[in-house]
């Protein structure tokens, strides 16, 4: 008899003030810094906790596995999770609480403070970061931010390269990518790739269409995601624009399916803007991306390519 795998239930999100939820915030804190001391520093003043908002994700059994909380200026505080909790979705389930209760009190944006370590993380919920990295009790962090008003500019290969990330993670089937020549030093940083190659396994029915200028470019340079292509083939489909006034375009894009854009007015150039919600210019950019896919011809010679 073949086996089931059976999914972890999903956690419970409760969202209250300090003084409904203290209790529990300070054995789960307390829990936490017992098995990993480096986390004592990163809690904040007690200040901070009592003027707070804050999430706690709860298992089955009622046990907390995890926090965060929203300040009044809208930065959101620590994300804590228990280390057997980790890898369950349980901080992506408390960030979109805080995230959806500050778009119900009109934030114009989340501010947060990342551990470097978990930049990739960030930007997967569509914070971009924002200045260098600096120290926080001795751990690398990383200024980052969310907005819910409106595009973003990007104006670096940080924010380019969560800008991508964010894009990806947010796709629900279909990821739609017109780039030149498969952007070497954006479109193959590993954190991306790996993000893409979870959205190919994990999803039915996921699609990864790709427009390139230059098909043959990124099969001199091995580019990881051609490589991706090639191990997943019925995940992606390439194809390369042919008609002379396609080939006249000057810019480049990721887009998604559910709102999610990265454009770049020229795209051999990482600068450009990036919004997590931007429904009407994403609806136009897929829109413009059928018309010329439909004209573009197959690159068979890159899915029948060994590597």
């Known amino acids: 008899m073949p086996r089931t795998r059976m999914r972890a239930a999903e956690p419970r999100i409760e969202l209250a003030s ?16 017992m098995r990993e001391p480096a986390l004592a520093g990163l809690r904040g003043a007690p200040a901070l906790d009592t003027l707070a908002l804050h999430a706690v994700a709860f298992d089955q059994d009622d046990r907390p596995l995890g926090t965060a909380r929203l300040s009044p200026d809208h930065r959101l505080g620590p994300l804590l999770v228990l280390p057997e909790a980790r890898s369950r979705g349980i901080g992506q389930a408390l960030l979109a609480a805080l995230a959806g209760a500050a778009r119900l009190r009109h934030c114009r944006q989340l501010t947060l403070e990342a551990p470097l370590a978990l930049h990739a993380f960030f930007a997967a919920q569509g914070f971009i970061p924002e200045g260098e990295p600096h120290s926080r009790e001795g751990i690398p962090h990383q200024s980052m931010r969310r907005a819910f008003d409106g595009a973003v500019v990007i104006e670096d290969p940080a924010q380019a390269a969560a800008a991508c990330i964010g894009i990806t993670a947010g796709t629900r089937r279909t ?31 996921a699609m990864v269409q790709i427009l390139l200028h230059d098909a043959q470019a990124p099969q001199r340079a091995s580019a990881p995601l051609l490589a991706l292509s090639q191990r997943l083939p019925s995940r992606f489909a390439l194809r390369q624009v042919s008609d002379p006034v ?9 887009v998604n399916d559910r709102g999610g854009y990265y454009f770049r007015t020229l795209g051999h150039r990482l600068e450009g803007e990036a919004d997590m919600d931007g429904a009407g210019r994403a609806r136009q950019l897929r829109d413009s991306f059928a018309s010329v896919w439909e004209r573009a011809r197959p690159c068979a010679e890159l899915r029948a390519l060994g590597l």
Do not use: F, K, N
């Open 246 to 254: 396609d080939q006249a375009y000057p810019s480049a894009y990721l």
């Open 18 to 33: 300090h003084a409904a939820l203290q209790s529990t915030l300070q054995r789960l804190w307390q829990d936490a810094v």
């Open 175 to 205: 990821l739609r990518i017109y780039s030149r020549e498969l952007d070497p030093g954006l479109l193959d940083q590993p954190a991306l790739v790996q993000r893409i190659r979870r959205l190919c396994t994990g999803t039915r029915d």
